[in-house]
């Protein structure tokens, strides 16, 4: 049974669409992230989920209930649905066991019994003992644990993260994931994960939902994103894409199309029910892209090289396009400076599916 269910939701402002015509169906348990770059929708859609925005149009569920639609809104606090922000929003005055058990005071909850789910809570997130420390006394990362105690401690239905760890250096948010991830593994808590942040969603996420300009790009798993992106958007989006036209020479056959890139004729995957067609484009990735000096490939200059520490990101333009640019990484010692000609070749690729009327 779905957790969450968004059904044809969209919010507008004035007249503009935040979020337009949005529906997700998020399992009992589930991890989704929602990627995707600033101004897309991400964080108007958990707003809407969170219930501080209401529905322009279609309908929001938790569960079997009905917690929002163009008739009617629930109030946020009836919603059970917990929310970690990334600025934390912890009370200083108060200890790390007060700011846990806030709203359990305020529902007038047994002290023993508040006592106890406190204490639960810590231990949830590895933090048994710091009950009595104050904010200020604690890292950066144990206060995002704190902030997750304080969430859990009302055994929401639903948890959302607002893009927990945007504030946390780089060193904490990695082992910030390895918590996340444990507690999802050991709670089994449905939740929804807004990030701009494509390595945090590639980590953590079951399913991946992509916005752009307020509409759901695709919604797929890490693995299919990344290998079988649904349009340009996400090619490019996701891991830096590198989109370049094509002209399908052969229909689907067992998954694979030929196809004309460049002047070089190549096979790539491709949808089953592809047929040849020209103003195609291939998705295509870095790992995907060999020096080919004496064999088959495309010519070119290196435009720039960007040494990286062990190796260089080198930026290349094919003569038959000079207007593109395809970027590969080359460990030391790196061959290529900027300028040299060289030839590449493809090796793989995945042909980016024909839109709606094409």
Not at 111 to 118: F, H, L, M
């Amino acid at each position: 049974m779905a957790r969450l269910s968004l059904d044809h939701v969209t919010k507008s402002f004035a007249n503009f669409d935040a979020v337009k015509d949005v529906s997700i169906d998020v399992a009992d348990g589930e991890f989704l992230a929602v990627l995707g770059p600033s101004g897309c929708g991400k964080t108007t859609l958990l707003r809407l989920v969170a219930g501080f925005e209401k529905v322009s149009s279609g309908e929001i569920r938790i569960g079997s209930d009905v917690v929002s639609s163009s008739v009617g809104s629930v109030a946020p606090e009836k919603r059970r649905v917990g929310i970690v922000f990334q600025n934390y929003a912890l009370w200083p005055h108060m200890t790390v066991a007060e700011n846990i058990g806030y709203s359990l005071k305020v529902a007038k909850l047994d002290k023993a019994v508040a006592r106890q789910k406190v204490q639960d809570a810590l231990a949830l997130v590895n933090l048994q003992g710091l009950g009595e420390r104050r904010p200020a006394n604690l890292s950066g990362g144990q206060r995002q644990r704190v902030a997750l105690a304080r969430c859990l401690v009302a055994a929401p239905s639903l948890v959302l993260f607002d893009e927990p760890l945007a504030n946390l250096d780089v060193h904490l948010r990695a082992s910030m994931e390895d918590e996340f991830a444990a507690f999802h593994k050991r709670t089994g808590t449905t939740i929804v994960y807004i990030t701009h942040d494509q390595a945090e969603a590639m980590a953590l996420a079951d399913r991946i939902a992509v916005m752009d300009h307020g509409r759901l790009a695709q919604l797929a798993t890490p693995r299919e994103l990344y290998h079988e992106p649904a349009n340009e958007m996400v090619a490019s989006f996701i891991s830096q894409g590198i989109l370049l036209p094509a002209d399908v020479l052969t229909g689907e056959d067992g998954g694979h199309c030929k196809v004309r890139v460049l002047g070089t004729e190549l096979v790539v995957r491709c949808r089953p029910g592809e047929r040849p067609r020209a103003g195609a484009k291939i998705c295509c990735r870095s790992a995907d892209l060999d020096v080919s000096p004496d064999g088959p490939g495309f010519d070119g200059f290196v435009k720039r090289l960007i040494y990286q520490g062990g190796g260089a990101r080198i930026e290349f333009a094919p003569a038959a396009g000079p207007d593109l640019t395809l970027h590969f990484e080359q460990p030391d010692p790196v061959a290529l400076g900027s300028g040299a000609q060289a030839r590449l070749r493809i090796r793989s690729g995945w042909l980016i599916p024909a839109g709606p009327g094409s």
